[in-house]
């Protein structure tokens, strides 16, 4: 047994960067994970895995449709799946390693099995009982299941058994337009399968600026992935290799069957809190196992906090992290902060799209007078010489005070180029703020300087 000022349950970027600032903020700190290794869903099965394999299908993707244009000739790659599989391993390895080290470097315990709370002040880990001032529960998501869909993670898989599906499906079903369901696609679209996706909604990526919804579905389509929209799915039929996928037209209730060889379910996921015990001591949880937390993360029982995928909000890595840090700042008696209204958001499709702030169809459900600046990569004198003009930046600001409101873009590399304007809003910059920088060219960032300008006097290029 030990004792600890912090133990933080779960290693996943909520977690393990909670773990890392609370020692650094000189408290004795240890982290609980079962898995064998740290990073949690994002390094070992999420973000980081699937980013390997959307780089590798890109670099395919850049070979098949703009090599030759470019005067690169010769004979496309062939995909050698087993091998881009391994490179994906060897991305996890390095990064969860990197956590590892770390760990090591800030002198945080890496309490190895699955921890549960047994009281307050106390956390349990296999036999062992280590005593914590403060516990951080930080133990993430996992897939929420759909009716009548049985995972088997081979025919019928969640978002980790699709970064490592046996082969190449001839056709896959995805069952869900989110952000899993139309990075994944992409992903197996570019390496040659047929991709449908199955959406209940009438649009993809719920939640997302309208213009921007449109502009997607359009760029993947034309990329090869089929719509399938308003359509609940009831079941799936699978066998050892093919599946049978029911779903129900909204419009006209009429039924539909498609076939697949392999389906990802990519419908959501659910607050991970089982097995903690929770309930036992007194942490309020809603009904779907969310924890409930008050100011500075704080649970219903003093001295538990929870951050991340466990509590409410967007179930995002970097949201997850910022708490995590916040929380240590607060544990550690400073002032911890997240500003919920700069949170990005990013889809690593090819174009990628980032968005910020509010949309243009929140703006008017508030009733609030907001100027559009809008800019197509088109003009932007980079992006045409790398074949990636598809897209555009599009900016938000109030009519009046001309305060940057929201981001919403689709282009090349946009994910990186939202943060821009993510100071921008931290410093409740107006768009010719933005606007009056200088931005070096040629970059694709002048889109974003473009479309702060078309905010006031109008963009140059356009
Ligand atoms: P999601 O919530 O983004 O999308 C799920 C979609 O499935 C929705 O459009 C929903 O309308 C649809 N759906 C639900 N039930 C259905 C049914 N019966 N038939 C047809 N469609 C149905 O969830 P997703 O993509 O699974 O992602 C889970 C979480 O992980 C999200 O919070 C997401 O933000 C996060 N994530 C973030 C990434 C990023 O930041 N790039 C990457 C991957 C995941």
């Excluded at 009982?129 to 133990?139: D, G, Q, R, S």
């Excluded at 607050?271 to 969310?290: C, F, H, N, S």
């Excluded at 219903?300 to 840090?325: F, T």
Aim: hydrophobic residues 40%.
């Amino acid at each position: 047994m030990a004792s600890y000022d912090v133990i933080v349950i779960g290693g996943g970027p909520g977690g393990y960067v909670c773990a890392i600032r609370c020692a650094q903020l000189g408290l004795k700190t240890a982290c609980v994970e079962a898995r064998e290794t740290l990073g949690g869903a994002c390094l070992n099965v999420g973000c980081i895995p699937s980013k390997a394999l959307l780089h590798a299908s890109h670099q395919l993707h850049e070979a098949e449709h703009n090599f030759a244009a470019m005067g690169l000739i010769g004979s496309a790659p062939k995909v050698d799946w087993k091998r881009m599989l391994a490179y994906k391993d060897e991305v996890i390895g390095q990064n969860t390693k990197g956590v590892e080290f770390l760990f090591k470097k800030n002198k945080v315990d890496w309490l190895k099995g699955w921890g549960s709370v047994p009281q307050a002040g106390k956390v349990k880990v296999g036999d062992e009982v280590h005593e914590a001032k403060n516990i951080v529960i930080a133990t993430g998501s996992e897939p929420a299941s759909l009716p009548g869909v049985t995972v088997d993670e081979k025919v019928v898989v969640t978002s980790t058994g699709a970064l490592e599906l046996p082969r190449i499906p001839k056709k896959l079903v995805v069952i869900g337009a989110g952000v899993i369901g139309l990075e994944m696609g992409s992903v197996y679209a570019r390496l040659g399968s047929e991709v449908t996706v199955v959406e209940y909604l009438d649009f993809i990526t719920p939640g997302m600026d309208g213009e921007i919804q449109k502009t997607l579905q359009r760029t993947l389509k034309k990329q090869g992935l089929e719509f399938i929209l308003g359509a609940a799915v009831q079941g799936v039929e699978a066998t050892k290799t093919k599946a049978k996928i029911a779903y129900k037209l909204r419009k006209d209730d009429s039924d539909h069957t498609l076939e697949a060889d392999a389906v990802l379910v990519a419908t959501g996921r659910r607050a991970y809190t089982d097995g903690l015990g929770l309930k036992e001591i007194g942490v309020e949880t809603t009904e779907r196992g969310v924890v409930k937390t008050g100011a500075h993360w704080e649970t219903s029982v003093p001295g538990i906090y929870a951050i991340g995928d466990c509590i409410s909000g967007p179930m995002l890595a970097h949201k997850a992290e910022d708490e995590g840090m916040a929380v240590a700042e607060t544990i550690a008696g400073q002032k911890g902060h997240v500003n919920y209204g700069v949170i990005p958001g990013v889809v690593y499709t090819w174009p990628e799209v980032a968005a910020v702030g509010q949309t243009e169809e929140q703006l008017k459900e508030a009733g609030r007078k907001y100027k559009v600046g809008k800019f197509s990569f088109m003009g932007n004198g980079r992006a045409k010489a790398n074949f990636a003009g598809e897209g555009f930046v599009k900016l938000l600001a109030d009519a009046e005070t001309d305060r940057i409101l929201g981001a919403h873009m689709i282009g090349p590399m946009v994910g990186d180029l939202i943060h821009e304007i993510c100071v921008a809003m931290e410093f409740g910059a107006a768009a010719e703020d933005v606007a009056r920088t200088c931005h070096a060219h040629p970059t694709y960032s002048e889109a974003v300087r473009e479309a702060a300008l078309a905010c006031g006097d109008g963009p140059i290029h356009s």
